[in-house]
């Protein structure tokens, strides 16, 4: 194997499967990354198949000292700070200047998690089946230390759903299902996965235009804050080219004198505050710099209810769904409350296994 290479890839389904096949392992909130080594030479490989490795130099020094001389490693790239994971702390990581990089790789030092091991010395592992990889996985990484760590797993279904209950308080995104008669599919969907879904009502004060001409491309949500202030908390998107256009007509009559009084008004092409903790609708895209995230502002009149997974902080992480507008919903009564904000556990009982 030569990097770059495509991982296995995860299909949702709605329930945990169950069955004498199956292993279940937690579904780490991170960067999936395979990990080459070589020797002292390392790369590491984002699902996208771009390079990871200027990033995380502890965790290629990590890798050099715990990891076979010569293998190919799938597992997941996370940072845990007290008890969760911060994905947002991730996407700080991901940042042109080298000092910044090692200024962070001392603040907030990442970890890989191991989950598959696809290649140890000359011998590829991709045919073999997944019950197996895993069992050679463990023996090559038995005396593994912080910051490498290899997954929890069980074949315990029971086990698997109190994983998916009671850890998204930690970061977890849910749980992953593995057959274990299965060989490595590289870009291929044979996992399953099973994640949190859940609903809530917004406020839609803007929205951007879609890459391919005038019609909407997503729906920026807010929501009230314990001070009154509306907060940006990410996006509703995934509309076929006919709603977009829809969308356009639908809300053109808030788009008249929308910036006066507009909370967000002087966020148009702003950066990132407050540590990452707020993002605006106008802040650069840390992943493209290019990306136009320009926005057009609406009167923060409209509610629309979608549906999300999880949150990351205090929004959304990942876009929304539309589901449908909500005419009888008072804007201002879109807070944060209503929200299912989980419990958190100890990070520690899922991540050492």
């Known amino acids: 194997m030569q990097p770059p290479a495509k991982p296995m890839l995860a299909k949702a389904v709605t329930t945990i499967p169950t069955g004498d096949e199956w292993f279940y392992e937690p579904k780490w909130d991170g960067f999936r990354c395979i990990v080459f080594r070589d020797g002292d030479e390392v790369e590491l490989g984002s699902r996208n198949e771009r390079p990871l490795t200027r990033y995380f130099p502890e965790v290629v020094a990590a890798v050099r000292e715990q990891l076979p001389e010569r293998c190919v490693v799938d597992g997941e790239i996370v940072i845990a700070r007290g008890d969760r994971l911060q994905f947002e702390s991730l996407l700080q990581r991901i940042h042109p200047a080298e000092s910044r990089i090692t200024l962070l790789a001392e603040q907030t030092p990442a970890s890989f998690v191991a989950f598959d091991l696809l290649a140890l010395g000359t011998e590829s592992l991709l045919e073999v089946p997944f019950d197996q990889r895993q069992e050679r996985l463990r023996s090559v990484l038995a005396g593994a230390q912080p910051p ?45 996965k099973i994640k949190h879904v859940r609903t809530a009502d917004c406020v839609v004060a803007g929205f951007r235009w879609h890459k391919s001409g005038p019609i909407v491309g ?54 990132t505050g407050a540590g990452g903790e707020h993002r605006m609708p106008g802040a650069v895209s840390r992943w493209n710099a290019k990306k136009d995230l320009s926005w057009v502002p609406l009167r923060p009149e409209l509610v629309v209810e979608i549906k999300y997974d999880q949150l990351e902080g205090r929004r959304l992480r990942h876009t929304g769904q539309f589901l449908r507008w909500r005419p009888d919903r008072d804007p201002r009564s879109c807070t944060y409350d209503q929200l299912d904000v989980p419990v958190r556990y100890d990070l520690a009982e899922v991540l050492d296994g």
């Open 148 to 192: 490498v760590h290899v997954t929890a797993i069980s074949r315990d279904a029971d086990t698997a759903q109190r994983w998916f209950d009671t850890f998204e308080g930690a970061g977890l995104d849910g749980v992953v299902a593995k057959n274990g008669q299965l060989p490595y599919g590289p870009d291929q969907r044979l996992m399953a």
């Open 218 to 271: 997503s729906l920026l949500l807010g929501l009230y804050d314990d001070a009154g202030d509306l907060q940006h908390i990410g996006v509703a998107a995934s509309f076929s080219m006919k709603r977009r256009a829809e969308l356009v007509e639908e809300l053109a009559p808030y788009r008249a004198e929308a910036l006066d009084g507009h909370q967000w008004r002087d966020w148009a092409n702003a950066e």
